[in-house]
């Protein structure tokens, strides 16, 4: 890497392809791009929202055409005016940045929950090969909420739902249908994302299994360049040295994990 | 050959090397202050703290430009009650840390300046010079650089030192009244004040429309301000703006600063950018026959 940039890193204007809904309260932006062409799975955009604020949101989608792909859930205000752009609208996006998910072999079990399934929609292509088996569990609040759930089901058979409410699936959470994957069988790998809690549940069942684990953690983002220090977890900066944690990491900073992150002024908050 | 000494001591803090981390740059917590220690900076400088918690701009506050990155954070900060227990941990690395600070008057200056000692910070920089938010042109007005660093003087016993903006006509005259308030040392510079617009929407990028420039390209005027300012003052000048490798850090040196400070070259070189650049000047005062790195501060005054 040259010491000094050589291309410059700012947003890249955009225009929305096409935006899908996915779910009552989540769409897919559709978006070329080729600088996140072949991009691996797990790593993350910056998305200026021009005039409102810009905010990290995983690839969902990463061809090596240079189609893109974003999946949102309206749930604050820079994503919910996110979620209603519409068709020929422009966003700006920067990146890709991150460390991603390494991809493993053989037995794998993935675990998501909510809009978690963005970036384990697109690790899930890659894993998709003969070589490979793969359980997928989806999580979500109730039925209409499962999201890629169709998506999901051309690539692996086997897949398991879970709902709260019980309106579809095992009623419980992701969690709880992967505590009984991992007692009927031996896993190579556990891949995770979704919210906290229900991550730090499965680093917890991963480790009583002796499965190692790789887990997409979320965290106030501002430069996404390693610079800022906003993101931090222990020692470990979300934006560069993440987002994507190993359970070695995860380890490292387990009184955070699943306990507290820190709020825009830097502040300790529980989740 | 004996190997080139590359300690420093500035208002009495004895630094392992002149390797300062800045400002702004992994100093909200205490757990990324002590990576950086522990990545072999001499001393850490902490994020600005405020006497509130505050939680700064929307985004975006960051973009790259060429040779340079803008920025305007907004001086996000948890307040310096909460923050004591960041600067305890941080010191558990053992490299001196520097609490940055700010406030809206001299008082607030002061308070939060003794909140710091008392959390254990081994000196204070002043914030006088944020190029981007409402608290912050005190550093442009002489008499009100003074008033501040006169207070914050009064209210602690640690060293203070004064961190100085470029965005002024003249910073010798800024300088020298920091000095005679009591200033123990002044670093050179914060960032320059910029702005960059997207051309396809014709909007400012920054949420705050206007920020702060630093990097490679505010390199040059920062080695002139180091030069102009260590010529005209008798306490130590630390240098910043731009410094990326051990070339410009040997070169701010030799304008006169007896120590640097490093922050966006961090983004472009990673942390081991603190051991590469200390073995560059080691290696720079054994070829050139230096015993010490304290005998290059300001060898470019006499041509």
């Given at each position: 890497?040259?010491?000094?940039?050589?291309?410059?890193?700012?947003?890249?204007?955009?225009?929305?392809?096409?935006?899908?809904?996915?779910?009552?309260?989540?769409?897919?932006?559709?978006?070329?791009?080729?600088?996140?062409?072949?991009?691996?799975?797990?790593?993350?955009?910056?998305?200026?929202?021009?005039?409102?604020?810009?905010?990290?949101?995983?690839?969902?989608?990463?061809?090596?055409?240079?189609?893109?792909?974003?999946?949102?859930?309206?749930?604050?205000?820079?994503?919910?005016?996110?979620?209603?752009?519409?068709?020929?609208?422009?966003?700006?996006?920067?990146?890709?940045?991150?460390?991603?998910?390494?991809?493993?072999?053989?037995?794998?079990?993935?675990?998501?929950?909510?809009?978690?399934?963005?970036?384990?929609?697109?690790?899930?292509?890659?894993?998709?090969?003969?070589?490979?088996?793969?359980?997928?569990?989806?999580?979500?609040?109730?039925?209409?909420?499962?999201?890629?759930?169709?998506?999901?089901?051309?690539?692996?058979?086997?897949?398991?739902?879970?709902?709260?409410?019980?309106?579809?699936?095992?009623?419980?959470?992701?969690?709880?249908?992967?505590?009984?994957?991992?007692?009927?069988?031996?896993?190579?790998?556990?891949?995770?994302?979704?919210?906290?809690?229900?991550?730090?549940?499965?680093?917890?069942?991963?480790?009583?299994?002796?499965?190692?684990?790789?887990?997409?953690?979320?965290?106030?983002?501002?430069?996404?360049?390693?610079?800022?220090?906003?993101?931090?977890?222990?020692?470990?900066r979300v934006c560069i040295d993440g987002p994507v944690l190993t359970s070695q990491e995860l380890r490292r900073v387990k009184e955070e994990f699943g306990a507290y992150k820190r709020d825009f002024t830097g502040r300790k908050t529980k989740i | 050959m004996v190997e080139a000494d590359v300690r420093v001591e500035i208002a009495g803090l004895r630094l392992r090397n002149p390797l300062v981390l800045a400002a702004g740059v992994l100093g909200v917590t205490g757990f990324s202050l002590r990576r950086v220690a522990e990545a072999g900076a001499g001393a850490v400088v902490t994020k600005s703290i405020g006497p509130k918690p505050r939680e700064g701009y929307a985004n975006p506050t960051l973009l790259?430009?060429?040779?340079?990155?803008?920025?305007?954070?907004?001086?996000?900060?948890?307040?310096?009650?909460?923050?004591?227990?960041?600067?305890?941990?941080?010191?558990?690395?053992?490299?001196?840390?520097?609490?940055?600070?700010?406030?809206?008057?001299?008082?607030?200056?002061?308070?939060?300046?003794?909140?710091?000692?008392?959390?254990?910070?081994?000196?204070?920089?002043?914030?006088?010079?944020?190029?981007?938010?409402?608290?912050?042109?005190?550093?442009?007005?002489?008499?009100?650089?003074?008033?501040?660093?006169?207070?914050?003087?009064?209210?602690?016993?640690?060293?203070?030192?004064?961190?100085?903006?470029?965005?002024?006509?003249?910073?010798?005259?800024?300088?020298?009244?920091?000095?005679?308030?009591?200033?123990?040392?002044?670093?050179?510079?914060?960032?320059?004040?910029?702005?960059?617009?997207?051309?396809?929407?014709?909007?400012?990028?920054?949420?705050?429309?206007?920020?702060?420039?630093?990097?490679?390209?505010?390199?040059?005027?920062?080695?002139?301000?180091?030069?102009?300012?260590?010529?005209?003052?008798?306490?130590?000048?630390?240098?910043?703006?731009?410094?990326?490798?051990?070339?410009?850090?040997?070169?701010?040196?030799?304008?006169?600063?007896?120590?640097?400070?490093?922050?966006?070259?961090?983004?472009?070189?990673?942390?081991?950018?603190?051991?590469?650049?200390?073995?560059?000047?080691?290696?720079?005062?054994?070829?050139?026959?230096?015993?010490?790195?304290?005998?290059?501060?300001?060898?470019?005054?006499?041509?």
């Amino acid at each position: 890497m040259s010491a000094y940039p050589t291309s410059i890193d700012k947003p890249r204007i955009v225009k929305i392809e096409e935006a899908k809904a996915e779910t009552p309260t989540v769409k897919t932006f559709t978006f070329h791009d080729k600088a996140c062409s072949g991009a691996p799975p797990g790593q993350f955009l910056m998305v200026w929202i021009p005039g409102v604020d810009e905010i990290p949101m995983s690839l969902s989608m990463a061809s090596p055409a240079g189609l893109s792909a974003i999946t949102v859930k309206k749930v604050g205000e820079a994503s919910e005016a996110l979620y209603n752009l519409k068709r020929g609208d422009v966003i700006g996006v920067r990146g890709p940045y991150g460390r991603g998910f390494t991809l493993a072999s053989g037995n794998l079990l993935m675990a998501g929950g909510g809009t978690g399934m963005a970036c384990l929609m697109l690790l899930a292509e890659k894993l998709a090969k003969p070589t490979n088996k793969v359980t997928c569990i989806i999580g979500a609040k109730t039925r209409s909420e499962l999201l890629f759930l169709e998506r999901m089901k051309r690539i692996f058979p086997e897949v398991v739902t879970t709902t709260d409410d019980g309106s579809y699936g095992l009623k419980g959470l992701a969690t709880d249908a992967m505590k009984q994957a991992l007692a009927k069988q031996k896993f190579n790998m556990v891949y995770t994302c979704g919210p906290e809690i229900m991550m730090f549940k499965a680093f917890q069942l991963a480790e009583q299994s002796n499965v190692p684990i790789q887990a997409s953690l979320e965290r106030i983002m501002r430069c996404s360049i390693g610079l800022c220090g906003s993101c931090m977890i222990g020692e470990f900066r979300v934006c560069i040295d993440g987002p994507v944690l190993t359970s070695q990491e995860l380890r490292r900073v387990k009184e955070e994990f699943g306990a507290y992150k820190r709020d825009f002024t830097g502040r300790k908050t529980k989740i | 050959m004996v190997e080139a000494d590359v300690r420093v001591e500035i208002a009495g803090l004895r630094l392992r090397n002149p390797l300062v981390l800045a400002a702004g740059v992994l100093g909200v917590t205490g757990f990324s202050l002590r990576r950086v220690a522990e990545a072999g900076a001499g001393a850490v400088v902490t994020k600005s703290i405020g006497p509130k918690p505050r939680e700064g701009y929307a985004n975006p506050t960051l973009l790259e430009t060429s040779c340079g990155f803008l920025n305007a954070m907004g001086l996000p900060n948890p307040g310096a009650n909460e923050f004591g227990n960041e600067i305890k941990y941080a010191k558990e690395a053992g490299v001196p840390v520097i609490a940055s600070i700010f406030g809206a008057s001299k008082q607030e200056f002061a308070h939060v300046g003794s909140l710091m000692e008392k959390a254990g910070a081994d000196a204070l920089e002043l914030n006088v010079s944020c190029p981007h938010a409402e608290v912050s042109d005190f550093g442009q007005s002489p008499d009100l650089t003074y008033g501040i660093v006169e207070a914050v003087k009064k209210s602690v016993d640690i060293p203070v030192f004064v961190k100085l903006t470029p965005n002024v006509t003249d910073i010798v005259t800024i300088a020298r009244k920091a000095e005679d308030a009591g200033a123990d040392a002044l670093t050179c510079v914060n960032t320059l004040k910029a702005m960059a617009i997207d051309i396809e929407t014709g909007r400012p990028i920054l949420a705050n429309k206007v920020g702060g420039l630093s990097g490679p390209a505010i390199k040059p005027v920062a080695v002139r301000c180091v030069y102009e300012v260590s010529k005209a003052v008798n306490i130590p000048v630390i240098g910043c703006g731009g410094i990326t490798h051990w070339e410009d850090a040997v070169e701010f040196m030799l304008a006169g600063a007896s120590a640097v400070q490093i922050g966006s070259a961090i983004a472009l070189r990673g942390l081991d950018i603190f051991k590469d650049i200390t073995e560059g000047i080691r290696a720079y005062l054994e070829r050139k026959g230096y015993g010490s790195v304290k005998e290059i501060v300001g060898l470019s005054h006499k041509y």
